[in-house]
């Protein structure tokens, strides 16, 4: 069964930085799209980054420039560098996965119902 596990929350001032962790486990194959997501309470979940296997990354327009998208195929896990943090980026961070080669990355940061596993999320606080 394949499990997603996050990592890295935790509170910071504005303009600090944190680094998301996600490890799939529970696999043998590395999944073609490994993405980020948030959630406010209250609000949809939102596309943050992903990337594809094929070396292609998307970033939501909120966090281009501040966050940077990696993942290690070797350890199936996906981070999320997250600088000049600001207290809009305060939410709870999803990691997610799909192994559907057919779409692009961009279409599933748009349709996070489309993924096929989720973890449970870690928790981002970020304080003016």
């Known amino acids: 069964q394949v499990q997603l596990v996050e990592s890295g929350g935790g509170s910071v001032e504005s303009g600090g930085s944190l680094k998301l962790s996600c490890v799939a486990s529970?696999?043998?194959?590395?999944?073609?799209?490994m993405a980020w997501f948030r959630q406010v309470p209250g609000s949809e979940r939102e596309g943050v980054a992903v990337?594809?296997?094929?070396?292609?990354?998307k970033y939501s327009d909120s966090v281009e420039g501040r966050f940077t998208i990696s993942r290690d195929s070797s350890k199936n896990t996906v981070y999320l560098q997250m600088d000049s943090l600001e207290p809009e980026d305060t939410a709870m961070y999803y990691c997610?996965?799909?192994?559907?080669?057919?779409?692009?990355?961009?279409?599933?940061?748009?349709?996070?119902?489309?993924?096929?596993?989720w973890g449970k999320g870690t928790s981002v606080t970020v304080s003016s």
């Open positions: 529970g696999t043998t194959y590395n999944y073609v799209h």
């Open positions: 997610a996965v799909n192994n559907n080669p057919g779409l692009r990355g961009a279409y599933y940061l748009k349709n996070p119902d489309q993924m096929d596993y």
């Open positions: 990337s594809d296997s094929d070396g292609r990354i």
